[in-house]
């Protein structure tokens, strides 16, 4: 038990945060990349990028990992240089996202770097 007061977590709790967090997550991109002026050319190589699972977690189910777009520095560069694009002229203050815990350099650190908001 990790502390008295507390009720003991279980993996079943665990993988059901999990699982609303990438739907949170996969909601957040879905409605937002769409609202993103940039080129085709640019959307297609960022779609390129992220990787398709199929049938994970569950049959029928098609699973987007997005931690390939970060690792390609070409992708990461795009995904920034167009969330950069059309933050640039806005009054930004914090830049807040959902990072990996083995993320060496996080991409809402560059993001908050870019629009200078840190």
Not at 75 to 103: C, H, Q
């Amino acid at each position: 038990m990790w502390k008295d007061d507390e009720e003991p977590v279980s993996w079943e709790g665990i993988l059901e945060i999990f699982r609303k967090n990438v739907d949170n997550v996969a909601n957040l991109l879905i409605n937002t990349i769409p609202k993103i002026r940039c080129t085709e050319r640019t959307i297609e190589n960022i779609k390129r990028r992220i990787r398709s699972i199929y049938n994970f977690p569950k049959k029928d189910i098609i699973f987007r990992d997005i931690t390939t777009l970060f690792q390609d520095p070409k992708g990461l560069k795009d995904v920034v240089g167009e969330f950069y694009k059309r933050y640039k002229n806005s009054t930004v203050d914090a830049v807040a996202g959902i990072e990996p815990g083995d993320s060496s350099l996080p991409e809402s650190s560059l993001m908050s770097w870019e629009l200078d908001a840190f």
